[in-house]
């Protein structure tokens, strides 16, 4: 693989015996709404998912829609006993309600949309669930009130504004502008100074999307591309849209459901421990899925017609539950999805490199909390900050409230509630992160990782200006809370170069491709997404069948000239460019221009000044 000047990987001419893959990327109505035909023989193949996330389910699911395969010869496993991977939502008994981390979504989740166009709502009868979720923001559109405080609850006053250096501008513009190559193995902070860190654009930025300052330049620089056109929202979350109720409920359950009424096999408590290969100048063939069930050997052997989709890696592996009065655990033992994807690469070069991702935990762990309210003097506070009733069943605090003088950066939200449909009306679903969780904290004088759930609780409720002499009692009695420490959770932002994670469809592979965060799409996407978690199986599915549609491309805003003016003003506060020399010179200049469509551009997203 090499990377375009673009920054958009793209792959050799196939060698040998292997077919070239008709999978082309597209837009419009034209391909949007297009059925393909019948891929010739899928009747005869079979497939199989190694892993029940979004990435396996959505890939059954194009296999059935798109490529018209029987859903009974598509089999799924998965090492836990429920489905849905990272997307969670779950009540533990004696615990409490958990939910390990949320998902950001935009209207230009093209992969997404067009998968769950097809999978109907449990909600609204005759609805599907990209109805249900468009009919609710249509309804309810996001918005947060007040992205970050201060002296435990004070508003932050970053009303709104980037707070960017002429320095810091320049950066961006650098880091927006470079090769992908240029940014390969390349850190964040090698790429930025001091008073971009400083900015708000970068505390809006990191917590949001959860990047540290060692994470990839590269990564950083795909999301730059891929959200431009999401800049003007990112201090009020204005751009951003939600699901109903947590998205276990909302996005999983509905998939399930569907797949399961297609006859899709699902095969829980299977844990797959090796993959073998028939590899051969040119070609590649998976031959044979090994796995371990009610401590059992099992395994099937596959020929060119037995399709295999690997999901490699994890970013919520080896997680550990605590609860109210126990810490959650960090676990550095085995990790079977890590380990699996160890053995794969070490077949063949082009299978990647999982240590670049999967070795490095204390640059890749962070904690989560759930915090269940039970008094409802609580959710007083969360209504002063977050500017509205929490019981309304609409839109709360609009995406997370950063503490910005935490010592944990710690970032707490609430959704619409109920967050989960067997929630009682009295009660409150908060979810809490912190990036720094060694560091000790303003109240608990404790790091967040040696934290039970009702010390993150009181950490919380301090940072909410709860009185500090109501804080023990109200932690104590007023919530129950469920820590949750995850090594991995952002594996995929490590420094990277082209080949450390293996292509969707390796060249020459026949028979199988790799899916889910840490397979590299052929599309210019960025990671840490639903998105990305449909666009790579929608890919191999396409690829492998010859499906005879369009994958559609990322949405091309990095290269519409309005988008990149509104996010220049956006990203210098509105302030307009000065043209250097006599005001004569600048007037001369902007007569000419305003003659043209590029002045009244200028003008219209306040680049320069109206005279």
């Known amino acids: 693989m090499t990377w375009q000047k673009t920054d958009r990987p793209v792959m050799s001419t196939p060698l040998g015996k292997q077919k070239e893959s008709v999978m082309y990327y597209s837009s419009g109505n034209y391909e949007a709404f297009a059925r393909p035909r019948k891929p010739k023989g899928v009747e005869n193949k079979t497939a199989w998912f190694v892993g029940a996330g979004l990435a396996a389910l959505a890939g059954a699911a194009f296999l059935i829609r798109d490529g018209q395969m029987p859903g ?169 849209k939600f699901t109903k109720f947590n998205q276990y409920e909302s996005l999983v359950l509905p998939l399930v459901k569907w797949l399961q009424e297609h006859g899709v096999v699902f095969e829980y408590g299977t844990e797959v421990t090796d993959v073998d290969f028939d590899i051969a100048p040119g070609r590649k063939q998976a031959t044979r899925i090994h796995w371990r069930k009610d401590a059992g050997e099992g395994g099937v052997d596959l020929g060119p017609d037995d399709l295999v989709f690997m999901t490699i890696g994890s970013l919520t592996e080896n997680s550990d539950n605590g609860d109210h009065h126990t810490p959650a655990k960090l676990n550095e033992g085995p990790a079977p999805a890590w380990d699996l994807w160890r053995r794969i690469a070490a077949k063949d070069p082009a299978f990647g490199r999982p240590d670049v991702f999967g070795a490095h935990i204390p640059e890749t762990k962070w904690e989560s909390a759930t915090v269940t309210t039970l008094d409802q003097r609580i959710p007083k506070y969360i209504q002063k900050i977050a500017k509205r009733d929490p019981f309304s069943g609409k839109v709360v605090t609009g995406g997370i409230v950063t503490a910005k003088d935490s010592s944990w950066l710690l970032s707490w939200t609430v959704n619409r509630q109920p967050h989960f449909k067997e929630q009682p009306k009295d009660q409150i679903v908060v979810w809490v992160y912190a990036l720094f969780v060694e560091q000790p904290g303003d109240y608990v004088k404790k790091p967040m990782q040696d934290c039970s759930g009702e010390e993150i609780t009181q950490e919380w409720l301090y940072h909410l200006g709860v009185p ?140 320069v000044g109206d005279d």
Not at 78 to 93: C, N, Y
Not at 168 to 194: C, D, H, P, W
Not at 549 to 561: A, K, L
Not at 593 to 598: P, R, V
């Open 72 to 240: 009974n010869r598509i089999t799924i496993l998965e090492q836990q006993q429920l489905p849905g991977g990272a997307l969670d939502g779950i009540k533990e008994p004696n615990k409490g309600f958990v939910i390990r981390g949320g998902r950001e979504m935009e209207e230009h989740f093209e992969c997404l949309w067009d998968l769950y166009r097809s999978i109907p709502s449990l909600e609204i009868e005759g609805a599907s669930v990209l109805d249900e979720f468009y009919w609710l923001d249509k309804d309810d559109p996001n918005s947060s009130l007040q992205r970050a405080t201060v002296k435990r609850g004070e508003d932050a006053h970053t009303d709104g504004l980037f707070t960017l250096s002429e320095q810091a501008q320049k950066e961006i513009v650098k880091l927006f502008l470079a090769t992908g190559e240029e940014m390969e193995n390349k850190r964040i902070s090698e790429v930025f100074g001091k008073e971009f860190l400083d900015s708000n654009f970068w505390l809006y930025w990191r917590t949001m999307f959860a990047f540290e300052e060692w994470h990839s330049a590269l990564e950083m620089k795909r999301y730059l591309h891929r959200f431009i056109h999401q800049i003007k929202g990112m201090p009020d979350f204005s751009t951003l």
């Open 468 to 607: 500090v002499e109501d804080i023990p009692e109200l932690a104590a009695t007023g919530a129950i809370t469920v820590p949750v420490m995850m090594p991995y959770v952002t594996a995929f932002f490590m420094p990277r170069q082209a080949g450390d994670r293996p292509d969707v469809v390796p060249e020459g592979a026949v028979n199988f491709a790799f899916i889910g965060q840490f397979a590299e799409s052929r599309e210019r996407d960025c990671i840490f997404t639903t998105e990305y978690s449909v666009r790579t199986p929608m890919e191999a599915v396409y690829t492998l069948l010859d499906v005879e549609r369009g994958v559609p491309e990322v949405f091309n805003s990095t290269y519409d000239i309005r988008t990149l003016l509104s996010a220049t003003g956006r990203l210098r506060d509105g302030k307009e460019i000065d043209i250097p020399g006599p005001a004569f010179v600048r007037n001369l200049l902007m007569k000419k221009l305003d003659k043209t469509q590029i002045g009244a551009l200028l003008r219209e997203f306040g680049i």
